[in-house]
């Protein structure tokens, strides 16, 4: 009786932690906003190359405006350190459906992380 206790509640707390994941990555709305995470590929290029990358993201889309924020991690090589800004003439493509932005500003730190926010 107790093995069968302890597998029940191994399954009901693998299927809490599921709805949890499941949850986490679906759009969800609040105070007028809907809010959507994801881990998605996306990457950088320069004149030396392109680098792939994978980033955790989160939309914010409310009725003024789309805004994304990453924090991504580059698959092999990474590129050298450098801010990047629309006004400096970076750019940015949304990893959720390839829209151009309208404004942006990311950096690559020194240890590799490329961290920042686009708007559209």
């Not at 302890?6 to 949850?23: M, N």
């Not at 609040?30 to 939309?59: H, I, M, N, R």
């Not at 092999?76 to 459906?97: E, L, N, Q, Y």
């Not at 490329?114 to 708007?119: E, H, K």
Request: with cysteine; aromatic share 8%.
């Amino acid at each position: 009786m107790r093995t069968t206790s302890v597998i029940l509640a191994v399954v009901a707390v693998a299927l809490g932690l599921s709805a949890s994941v499941e949850a986490a990555n679906t759009p969800t709305s609040g105070g007028g906003a809907t809010v959507t995470k994801a881990t998605l590929p996306s990457g950088y290029s320069d004149s030396t190359g392109s680098y792939p990358a994978t980033c955790d993201e989160t939309q914010v889309v409310n009725e003024n405006q789309r805004k994304e924020t990453f924090n991504c991690t580059f698959d092999t090589a990474v590129p050298a350190p450098i801010v990047c800004d629309t006004s400096s003439g970076c750019g940015w493509f949304s990893d959720f459906d390839g829209a151009l932005a309208s404004s942006t500003h990311f950096v690559i730190t020194p240890s590799g992380r490329m961290v920042g926010w686009a708007t559209y």
